[in-house]
């Protein structure tokens, strides 16, 4: 294999992101890092603090900072300023910084959504998962469907320009209908992006585990499969484009500028509990344990649990797996660059069988999914992963 040009992914602006691990009850299907403990608050702060000033020796440019979690609107909004303000001063985060904070309904008032605007907050990410009470029930949240439309009201009367909205599909009895009526809600707040997420039943979580006892009937894949195609042809046909398998966004400019950072293989720096990091070709992620987390701090050391160096085939694996998660697909001229190996001539038999069952297309120097191919996802990566690339 010709040598990997590693230049092209260090390229570009990185992105910072920050998880906060806090909770306020753990959603049973969740299989993210958070806990419910809000008395380690104090320390985990004081721990991020000096993560963030260890942080300050990678000479990078930032020019979005993510505030997720875990549920970050839980803290106040003194504790996120404080935050932000650690971020500006001892990284390099570029004035057009995009600023985002993922906020639940239930976990905040209108006040907050105020402050955050002073704090330099510039985006907020709602999780409202759905605007039917049945549905919030099922996925065990903390909030109602009114606490997600006040929030949302909220976040627009503090002057946010920029707001998305999380919603999830596949809820066991959630029929067309029911789903149309969820999207057709949310878009009459006109909210600047959606992401509409399939509910999954992860290895381990409490739902997986009602799921094996049989106490409830998941929906069936052939109706989980309609509704994923519905919601493309639902929001396209209201001016939402598709920018990647599960968002939309209302213009170009509008697109989780963050988000993209994982799928393009622009670097990335993640603090806090279980954050993952990418500078090419090394990731690293930080220990899933608050209370490690903080102790390692506390003794002077980086918080981290785990370290690889990717090889050659293990980041083509990845540019293809994210290559074809995007709408735009892989970029063939960039590929070619990236690896010294020509994507159609290497694939060119697994390209004409997916073709033929009408899954991808390969048109204008890029190979994309279609429609029908995003569901495959999975597989499809897998047959041109699997491939003896020697
Ligand atoms: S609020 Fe979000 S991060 Fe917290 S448990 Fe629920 S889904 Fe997971």
């Not at 998880?19 to 104090?42: E, G, N, R, V």
């Not at 993922?102 to 976990?107: A, H, I, K, M």
């Not at 195609?229 to 209201?238: F, G």
């Given at each position: 294999m010709e040598k990997y040009n590693s230049q092209l992914?260090?390229?570009?602006?990185?992105?910072?992101?920050?998880?906060?691990?806090?909770?306020?009850?753990?959603?049973?299907?969740?299989?993210?890092?958070?806990?419910?403990?809000?008395?380690?608050?104090?320390?985990?702060?004081?721990?991020?603090k000096k993560e963030i000033s260890i942080g300050s020796r990678v000479a990078l440019q930032f020019d979005t900072l993510y505030i997720g979690g875990g549920t970050p609107s839980v803290l106040k909004p003194d504790i996120i300023g404080e935050i932000v303000?650690?971020?500006?001063?001892?990284?390099?985060?570029?004035?057009?910084c995009e600023i985002t904070i993922?906020?639940?309904?239930?976990?905040l008032k209108a006040q907050e959504l105020v402050d955050y605007r002073q704090i330099g907050i510039n985006r907020v990410n709602i999780g409202?998962?759905?605007?039917?009470?049945?549905?919030?029930?099922?996925?065990?949240?903390?909030?109602?469907?009114?606490?997600?439309?006040?929030?949302?009201?909220?976040?627009?009367?503090?002057?946010?320009?920029?707001?998305?909205?999380?919603?999830?599909y596949g809820i066991p009895g959630q029929t067309k209908a029911y789903w149309l009526e969820d999207l057709e809600i949310a878009l009459s707040f006109k909210p600047e992006h959606v992401s509409c997420y399939m509910l999954t039943y992860e290895q381990g979580t409490p739902m997986d585990r009602r799921r094996r006892k049989k106490c409830f009937q998941p929906l069936a894949d052939k109706r989980v499969a309609e509704l994923f195609?519905?919601?493309?042809?639902?929001?396209?046909?209201?001016s939402y484009q598709q920018y990647e398998i599960a968002n939309f966004a209302i213009s170009n400019a509008l697109r989780s500028r963050h988000n993209q950072k994982y799928w393009s293989f622009a670097p990335y720096i993640g603090l806090g509990p279980s954050a993952h990091s990418f500078l090419e070709p090394v990731r690293?992620?930080?220990?899933?344990?608050?209370?490690q987390y903080i102790s390692s701090l506390a003794a002077g050391q980086q918080p981290i649990a785990g370290k690889e160096q990717l090889s050659e085939k293990q980041l083509m694996i990845e540019a293809i797996y994210l290559g074809l998660r995007k709408v735009a697909g892989i970029d063939l001229d960039e590929f070619e660059r990236r690896f010294g190996r020509s994507f159609d001539s290497l694939f060119e038999e697994e390209i004409k069988d997916f073709e033929n069952k009408g899954y991808l297309q390969l048109a204008e120097k890029h190979c994309a999914l279609t429609r029908d191919?995003?569901?495959?996802?999975?597989?499809?990566?897998?047959?041109?992963?699997?491939?003896?690339?020697?």
């Open positions: 992914l260090t390229a570009g602006r990185a992105g910072l992101y920050v998880h906060i691990p806090f909770c306020l009850q753990k959603c049973p299907y969740c299989d993210f890092y958070s806990i419910t403990d809000l008395s380690l608050t104090p320390s985990f702060l004081q721990s991020l303000k650690t971020a500006y001063q001892n990284l390099n985060i570029l004035p057009d993922e906020v639940n309904p239930g976990t409202v998962q759905s605007f039917l009470d049945q549905n919030l029930k099922f996925l065990g949240r903390i909030h109602s469907a009114k606490d997600a439309v006040n929030t949302f009201e909220w976040a627009r009367d503090a002057g946010f320009k920029n707001l998305g909205l999380d919603l999830i195609k519905i919601t493309a042809k639902y929001l396209v046909a209201r690293y992620w930080n220990h899933s344990n608050t209370n191919g995003m569901l495959f996802l999975d597989s499809i990566a897998a047959a041109f992963t699997g491939k003896d690339l020697t």
